[in-house]
Nanobody
Framework: QVQLVESGGDLVQPGGSLRLSCAAS????????MSWYRQPPGKERELVAT????????DYADSVKGRFTISRDNAKNTVYLQMNSLKPEDSAVYYC?????????WGQGTQVTVSS
């Protein structure tokens, strides 16, 4: 069974940085595409960043390009999201996602709040 546990969310001032971690277990981590999503209060969940299983190539939402970096350490079964130059509009619950074919699994999320 796939288990994903996010951590690292916090309250941070605008311009600050955070690194989110997603610890994975119960599946072959290197075989899955890993992504970070976020869901602001009252809004739909949106894709933030993705890193592929085959090449490690990455993709980002326009709103976070140049500020966020997704990475994965297959040996540690962990995916990270480095978030720099944080803005209030980045405030959301951030979710880790693992996908392989029709299989898609989610963590429970970690809260990121950006405010003065």
């Amino acid at each position: 069974q796939v288990q994903l546990v996010e951590s690292g969310g916090d309250l941070v001032q605008p311009g600050g940085s955070l690194r989110l971690s997603c610890a994975a277990s119960g599946f072959t981590f290197s075989s899955y595409v890993m992504s970070w999503y976020r869901q602001p209060p009252g809004k739909e969940r949106e894709l933030v960043a993705t890193i592929t299983r085959s090449s490690g190539s990455t993709d980002y939402a326009d709103s976070v390009k140049g500020r966020f970096t997704i990475s994965r350490d297959n040996a540690k079964n962990t995916v990270y999201l480095q978030m720099n130059s944080l803005k209030p509009e980045d405030s959301a619950v951030y979710y880790c996602n693992a996908r392989r074919g029709t299989i898609s699994s989610w963590g429970q999320g970690t809260q990121v709040t950006v405010s003065s």
